[in-house]
């Protein structure tokens, strides 16, 4: 059965020694498609880098994570247009708000998340949502921008039933990953109730890894930990998880046009 990681880091520094190892051991496990959300200017060479050593695997996105929103945050903005300029990208993230570590940034971090919607809108590609501490807040902006282009996945839910349907009514993925095997997380109460087909599976490698390699570094071979987890909880085969978020995945992301343009 295929899957696909919707979110990962691949290129952190935390895969130095082994990054070719741990994508064959993906691939082993049958994630053959990894999408990168972008961090800030720093992260663009080595996540570019990714897609060029695997194309019609690897598929960069372009954005700011708000954890990057500082001061000089219309400079990193700069670069981002740029780059979206430039060349096509399979989505706009990570971006979002973080009010967990900092609320120093609030605004800045409002008013980039605004922007980088619009442009996700003008180019007509979905966005990838970080949201922490701020469902709220997010809620409140996707509500002010939605139209028929705002389409996209709230990446690394953990949000109550309540916050999942209001975000599947915006037209919103739910992204899924390590948090759904935590022994006391609730998260798999609340999948329990959700359909499939608003679900995508994630690791946001190398962070979070599913039970039981939790605390340890996470990898995209992981993701099939992740499904097993959500079909135990919905009752249902393990190669229907994977058909299911396998195409909610490839149509949000029209993979087959990432793929022919990779090859060109």
């Not at 935390?14 to 959300?37: C, I, N, Q, T, Y």
């Not at 400079?75 to 990208?89: M, N, Q, T």
């Amino acid at each position: 059965m295929r899957l696909i990681d919707t979110h990962a880091h691949l290129y952190s520094r935390k895969f130095d020694a082994d990054r070719a190892e741990m994508v064959e051991r993906a691939m082993e496990s049958g994630v053959d498609r990894f999408f990168l959300p972008n961090i800030d200017h720093a992260s663009i060479e080595g996540m570019l880098k990714m897609e060029e050593d695997y194309p019609g695997q690897c598929f960069a996105m372009m954005g700011i994570h708000p954890c990057s929103i500082k001061e000089n945050y219309k400079e990193e903005l700069a670069v981002v247009e740029k780059w979206l300029g430039e060349r096509p990208f399979c989505a706009i993230g990570e971006i979002g708000i973080d009010l967990y570590w900092d609320k120093t940034h609030f605004r800045q971090q409002q008013d980039a998340f605004r922007q980088q919607i619009q442009w996700a809108k003008a180019l007509d590609i979905p966005i990838v949502i970080h949201s922490r501490d701020a469902t709220a807040e997010v809620l409140e902006i996707l509500d002010e921008q939605k139209d028929e282009r705002l389409r996209g996945i709230f990446h690394c839910f953990t949000g109550t039933l309540e916050e999942a349907r209001r975000i599947i009514d915006l037209d919103f993925y739910l992204g899924i990953g390590g948090v759904v095997t935590f022994k006391n997380g609730g998260l798999d109460k609340v999948v329990q109730e959700i359909s499939l087909e608003h679900l995508v599976l994630e690791t946001d490698a190398p962070y979070l890894a599913p039970v039981p390699k939790r605390g340890k570094r996470n990898e995209s071979a992981y993701v099939r930990l992740v499904a097993e987890k959500i079909a135990a909880v919905q009752q249902v085969p393990f190669s229907e998880v994977a058909r299911q978020t396998t195409a909610n995945a490839e149509a949000l992301f029209r993979v087959e046009e990432l793929t022919s343009q990779s090859l060109l």
